[in-house]
């Protein structure tokens, strides 16, 4: 079964940082392109980053650039997202969610989300 | 950056009605449009992709349509599983890559 399972939030200060880490199963993801999508509190969704499947290719949402760094080791089959300098407006759920093996760049499958709240 | 604009933001509907949901895009983008469904609590699913392409395993009562700008999503027969947010993705013009707002389709 095709899965992704985030891990790493938590409750952190204005200011400090948190490691976001996404484990695949069920695929290989060396050959996939992968994202970050974040949801705040009873809002949508927002984009937040983009890796592909070699890690040449690399972007990022204005809110996060400069303060978020997005990588993977696919020799572990693992996405990351390290977040420093968070903000209150950074709180939300993070999804990581995987690039279908095709030309098109949307998300076919996605993770359940884990929860970052970022509070003094 | 491409500002994809969904309507209604809630949509009332009976079980076994008929729902369509619109998302409208500032620009073109012509056939690169996804359409995701999100109950509370868990994950996006997709829905459908190039604007009118079913997912693994999506029933046949989800069906999407439209091009360039404006794209419907239409569930012919609503059963109480399809109630959730419904939203739109352009995967034409990135980065960034932008959603609709999202659409609730909630029980009349």
């Known amino acids: ?120 | 950056e491409i500002v994809m604009t969904q309507s209604p933001a809630t949509l009332s509907v009976s079980p076994g009605d008929r729902a369509t949901l619109s998302c409208r895009a500032s620009q073109s983008v012509s056939t690169n449009l996804a359409w995701y469904q999100q109950k509370p609590g868990q994950a996006p699913r997709l829905l459908i992709y190039d604007a009118s392409t079913r997912a693994t395993g999506v029933p046949a009562r989800f069906s999407g349509g439209g091009s360039g700008t404006e794209f419907t999503l239409t569930i012919s027969s609503l059963q109480s599983e399809d109630f959730a947010v419904y939203y739109c993705l352009q995967y034409k013009n990135w980065p960034p890559w932008t959603f609709g707002q999202g659409t609730k389709v909630e029980i009349k």
Do not use: H
């Open chain 1, 1 to 120: 079964e095709v899965q992704l399972v985030e891990s790493g939030g938590g409750l952190v200060q204005p200011g400090g940082s948190l490691r976001l880490s996404c484990a695949a199963s069920g695929f290989i993801l060396s050959s996939f392109g992968m994202y970050w999508v974040r949801q705040a509190p009873g809002k949508g969704l927002e984009w937040v980053s983009y890796i592909s499947s070699s890690s040449n290719t690399i972007y990022y949402a204005n809110s996060v650039k400069g303060r978020f760094t997005i990588s993977r080791d696919n020799a572990k089959n693992s996405l990351y997202l390290q977040m420093n300098s968070l903000r209150v407006e950074d709180t939300a759920v993070y999804f990581c969610a995987r690039k279908p093996f095709v030309v098109d760049y949307y998300m076919d499958v996605w993770g359940k989300g884990t929860t970052v709240t970022v509070s003094s």
